[in-house]
């Protein structure tokens, strides 16, 4: 199976080329080879490859950065996403939306589910909802995945949470996080196999796909500091100290709901994955 990627170069877009199964060929695409708000480019590309599968994973992922650039980011995240979606029109080609929990919004104590209506606030999730938008209104057989807080990757990878924590504990002996935002550290290799037992069943429409467990940042951060054995204390900051360009949600934390009614669930608690991922990091900087 032929299978087109954007964004190969982001930090999943390069575990997907990694880690697919051996059925799967991957054809990866990042700005440099396929400027995805280039239509004629999209369209030929799509054309030359002829794809089964395309996963779309380019986007404009800096959420402060698409709150003051809201042109750039509808440009990237919307027409970008729906040239895509054009060239992929009309032929038999699956195609797999990477999204957001943060398109849920603030309304809502506990964990989103795929019942809940999104409500986005910020630019960036305003048009990551928009394209999910545009992907039921131009194809039948798609996948829309809402994934959460990521994590995974090497050095390579330009957005390395972990290692930028690390590497911040090792020259600061206090740190502050936020423990008034919550999410779903989700490891990028469990994503990875999740998605393609998804694809593998056939599945359609709009998943969660998230680790399992809800983390305020506070214990996110405090955790890979423990496991990292890094000597440096994190305390729990306050909101003055965390104050946003983009008004994020407190609440991006989500369950996925649909993958285990379905039984289809692979994800692990994201303690466990972190744990797993510091560990096999050990050594390799
Ligand atoms: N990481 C998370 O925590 C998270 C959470 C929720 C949803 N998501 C979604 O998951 C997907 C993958 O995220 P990620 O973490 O792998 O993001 P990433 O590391 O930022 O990768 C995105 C890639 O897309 C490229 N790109 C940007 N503009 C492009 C364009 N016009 N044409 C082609 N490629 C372009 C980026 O290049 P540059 O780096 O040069 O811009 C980057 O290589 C995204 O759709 C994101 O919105 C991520």
């Not at 396929?34 to 239509?39: A, E, F, G, V």
């Not at 996403?81 to 849920?104: D, P, Q």
């Not at 500091?225 to 306050?238: D, H, K, M, P, Y």
Request: aromatic share 10%; glycine share 6%.
């Amino acid at each position: 199976m032929k299978v087109l990627v954007t964004g190969v170069y982001g930090l999943l877009g390069s575990t997907i080329k990694l880690e697919a199964p051996s059925n799967f060929e991957i054809f990866g695409y990042d700005i440099d080879t396929l400027d995805i708000t280039d239509s004629a480019a999209v369209a030929k590309v799509v054309e030359e490859i002829s794809p089964d599968l395309v996963i779309h994973c380019a986007a404009l992922t800096n959420v402060d950065y698409c709150e003051e650039h809201p042109d750039q980011a509808f440009r990237i995240n919307v027409t970008g996403t729906i040239n895509l979606l054009k060239a992929c029109m009309g032929r038999n080609i699956k195609f797999v939306y990477i999204s957001s929990t943060g398109i849920y919004g603030d309304y809502f104590e506990k964990e989103y589910s795929e019942l809940d209506n999104p409500e986005p606030l910020s630019i960036h999730h305003k048009t990551k909802f928009l394209a999910e938008r545009a992907v039921h209104s131009h194809v039948n057989n798609f996948l829309i995945v809402r994934i959460g807080w990521l994590f995974g990757g090497n050095e390579q990878i330009k957005k390395n949470f972990i290692k930028a924590r690390i590497d911040e504990a090792k020259k600061n002996p206090l740190l502050y996080s936020d423990p008034g935002q919550k999410g779903n550290p989700t490891y990028v290799c469990d994503l990875v196999k999740q998605l393609f037992v998804l694809l593998e069943n056939n599945c359609i429409g709009v998943y969660n796909v998230v680790g399992e467990g809800t983390a305020t940042r506070y214990e996110y951060v405090k955790e890979i500091i423990r496991l990292s054995g890094v000597n440096s204390r994190v305390e729990a900051g306050t909101p003055e100290m965390f104050v946003r360009k983009a008004p994020v949600s407190w609440n991006e934390s989500a369950k996925n709901f649909r993958l285990e009614l379905e039984n289809l669930s692979v994800m692990r608690s994201w303690k466990l994955a972190l744990a797993e991922f510091i560990e096999k990091s050990r050594g390799v900087d």
